[in-house]
């Protein structure tokens, strides 16, 4: 069982950065698939984006492609996301998890953090 803890998230205006890590423990991190996803209220939680786990090959929703970068380190278990250019509707809490391939269904993922609440103000 791993568990994971996420942090970084905060208050920013629009076009500011903000980067979220989220700290692996309980298991091996490298042999899991990452994921982000992000949960408005009165929305479904979408996905954000995803790594291998060798962190070679990464996925983006459209809505972040070009704007947030997914990211880890093997060495420290944690998992990053850099997030750039953000806007008003990438308000949500964003969530980290693991899963046992690339999805960007949340249902395919096993393990979740416990989330961070960014909120980009305009």
């Known amino acids: 069982q791993v568990q994971l803890v996420e942090s970084g998230g905060g208050l920013v205006q629009a076009g500011g950065s903000l980067r979220l890590s989220c700290v692996a423990s309980?298991?091996?991190?490298?042999?899991?698939?990452m994921g982000w996803f992000r949960q408005a209220p009165g929305k479904e939680r979408e996905f954000v984006a995803a790594?291998?786990?060798?962190?070679?090959?990464?996925y983006y929703a459209d809505s972040v492609t070009g704007r947030f970068t997914i990211s880890r380190d093997n060495t420290k278990n944690t998992l990053y996301l850099q997030m750039n250019s953000l806007k008003p509707e990438d308000t949500a809490v964003y969530s980290c998890?693991?899963?046992?391939?690339?999805?960007?269904?949340?249902?395919?993922?096993?393990?979740w953090g416990q989330g961070t609440q960014v909120t980009v103000s305009s």
């Open positions: 790594i291998s786990r060798g962190g070679i090959n990464t």
């Open positions: 309980g298991s091996t991190f490298n042999s899991y698939v």
């Open positions: 998890a693991t899963g046992p391939y690339i999805s960007r269904r949340s249902r395919d993922y096993a393990s």
